[in-house]
């Protein structure tokens, strides 16, 4: 029979030697013409056609905020042992970073054919059910006591300084009972809604959070808050700081005063500001060579109060204050026209009275004017004494406490009670473009609890985020000088300022937004390769990072595998 050798020929000296090196004779046609063009230098197909490209997921985002969260150990904190419920409890706090849904959609990214990332890959949970995603938040719910317990050992054990605030998250439906009807702090008027209670350390990390009825007044919530860091936490030295709205002079009377060991720091308002003055301790001219004073005043025994003018928050007051009697002026020349107009006008007391009321409330400057409501008529007039009285304190607010001046001073008071815009910027990122806790659509308290949990979680993660990440963000990575004036405004590095103004790092890569960095490390992408060669098993590989991109998982602490693994699926 014919025989396909592969044969060797090698030249020694004049005589030229053939040895055979393997009989192929066995070789389908097919493989024995292959290695004749291979042996020849011919390609046996074009680079483009050696492969195939299944599937892409993202994966740069994944990673970055997975891998921050078990670096920070936050999936040890909600359960010490690994679980399922952990595993998709860990998958949901991620996904509220990655792509803030719902719970239903959520689902629909974890499983295999509908999936747009890698998490549910990372964490093993293919194909996991929005019933399974609603089971483990009923399972997170219950250990919410445990898990808030160790964060506050590990961010108020240095310190026992705790910023708390509260608002509002308005929801869809009507049937769950914390869903009431309550004052709108983000605006949205028309929908029910939640008070959301944050407890945060004096950096503004997250620790704790709470959630009640839609009706309930901000001072109602700090009662339980009290509870929870002095009985929960054992902290037994604490400085609560709170906003005048919540730390109010009822609350401060019924619930602190008299506690060993907690503190407060607040502000006052308005009126108790007016009667200071008119009391004669607070003057003007206390602010003739500095811009804060401490008085005291027997309404407010064993306290400080650090008053404090802000020249540039008095102009704006002034202007807000001349803008807004100028639009009440209009539209109360509007009323007084409607009553004086020839035909169809506007008569009675009650039809004046509604309008009049409408305006004033869409103002609020009633107290600045003084009117007369007759049955064919209306007259108003700007009251002078009482824009004279308000604009006397424009720029001037008091910090209200009880820790001495030998445990913190005064410009540190005044400090600690701005470190409360770092509760605010909690709540935006709570609320706004990043995490989206609003719109509830739940219908079960316990459930609602749980969404605000995983949230907060969520903040949590994405607030060390921020810190390792800020050379790579519109942040200010510079603390604030110390010896500037704490009542001045605050100014950002020149850094932070160049980096505003140019867009671009020093190096030339473009400045982030967080939310545009993470879809920046989304585009480090999983692919799926299947190499087209008869028998070879599909593999998966990640595309070549940007510097850019290796620089963030630098500054995360974090290194990826870009090996060929093969694929399971």
């Known amino acids: 029979p014919p025989a396909i050798l592969l044969r060797e020929s090698v030249r020694e000296g004049n005589k030229i030697r053939k040895r055979t090196l393997a009989n192929l004779s066995k070789w389908p046609p097919e493989k024995v013409e292959a290695l004749r063009r291979v042996l020849k230098g011919e390609l046996l197909m074009r680079p483009e056609d050696a492969f195939v490209i299944t599937r892409t997921r993202p ?116 049937h769950c009972p914390l869903a009431q009807w309550g004052y709108a702090r983000g605006g949205k008027r028309g929908r029910r809604q939640i008070v959301l209670g944050l407890l945060c350390n004096r950096e503004g990390c997250p620790v704790a959070v709470e959630v009640f009825s839609g009706d309930t007044a901000d001072p109602r919530t700090l009662a339980t808050q009290i509870e929870k860091v002095r009985q929960r936490f054992g902290l037994q030295q604490v400085v609560m700081v709170g906003d005048r709205g919540l730390l109010t002079e009822a609350r401060i009377r019924e619930e602190l005063q008299g506690i060993p060991g907690l503190s407060w720091i607040t502000a006052l308002r308005a009126p108790a500001i007016q009667e200071l003055r008119a009391g004669g301790n607070l003057q003007l001219t206390l602010f003739d060579q500095r811009d804060l004073a401490t008085i005291t005043d027997p309404a407010y025994p064993g306290e400080r109060l650090v008053v404090c003018r802000n020249p540039l928050l008095a102009e704006e007051r002034a202007r807000k204050r001349q803008a807004l009697l100028a639009l009440t002026e209009r539209e109360l020349a509007k009323i007084v026209a409607a009553t004086t107009r020839p035909q169809r006008p506007l008569r009675g007391e009650a039809a004046i009275g509604m309008r009049v009321g409408r305006v004033l409330g869409r103002f609020k400057m009633g107290k600045h004017f003084r009117y007369t409501i007759r049955p064919d008529g209306f007259h108003y007039e700007r009251d002078e004494a009482s824009i004279a009285a308000e604009a006397a304190l424009d720029g001037i607010y008091v910090i209200r406490t009880n820790v001495p001046a030998s445990a913190l001073s005064d410009e540190d008071t005044v400090r600690t009670y701005k470190q409360l815009a770092k509760v605010e910027r909690a709540f935006r990122a709570l609320k706004g473009v990043d995490l989206k806790v609003r719109p509830i659509y739940h219908r079960l308290e316990h459930r609602v609890r749980a969404h605000v949990l995983l949230c907060m979680l969520a903040y949590y993660v994405e607030w060390h985020l921020r810190q390792a990440l800020a050379p790579l963000l519109f942040e200010d990575e510079e603390p604030r000088n110390p010896a500037a004036s704490p009542v001045a405004p605050a100014r950002r590095s020149t850094r932070a300022e160049a980096k505003a103004r140019r867009q671009r790092q020093e190096d030339g890569t473009p400045v982030h937004s967080f939310q545009t960095l993470l879809k920046d490390l989304a585009t480090l992408a999983r692919n799926r390769v299947q190499p087209q060669l008869p028998g070879v098993p599909a593999f998966d590989m990640l595309t070549r990072p940007t510097p850019l991109q290796e620089r963030a998982l630098a500054l995360l602490g974090l290194k990826l595998d870009s090996r060929a693994v093969p694929s399971t699926k």
Request: a negative charge; hydrophobic letters at 40%; aromatic letters at 6%.
């Open 59 to 174: 994966h740069g985002h994944v990673a970055a905020v997975l891998g921050t969260l078990q670096r920070l150990g936050l999936d040890r904190i909600i359960s010490p042992r690994r679980s399922r419920e952990r595993d998709l409890v860990v998958a949901m706090v991620v996904a509220r970073l990655l792509d803030p849904t719902s719970k239903l959609a959520t689902a629909r990214g974890f499983d295999p054919q509908t999936c747009h990332h890698t998490l549910a890959e990372e964490l093993g949970i293919e194909a996991a059910s929005a019933d399974e995603l609603y089971a483990a938040m009923d399972w997170l719910l219950s250990q919410q006591e445990r898990m808030e317990t160790e964060l506050a050992q590990r961010h108020l054990a240095g310190g026992q300084l705790v910023l708390y605030d509260v608002t509002s998250a308005y929801f869809e439906g009507r």
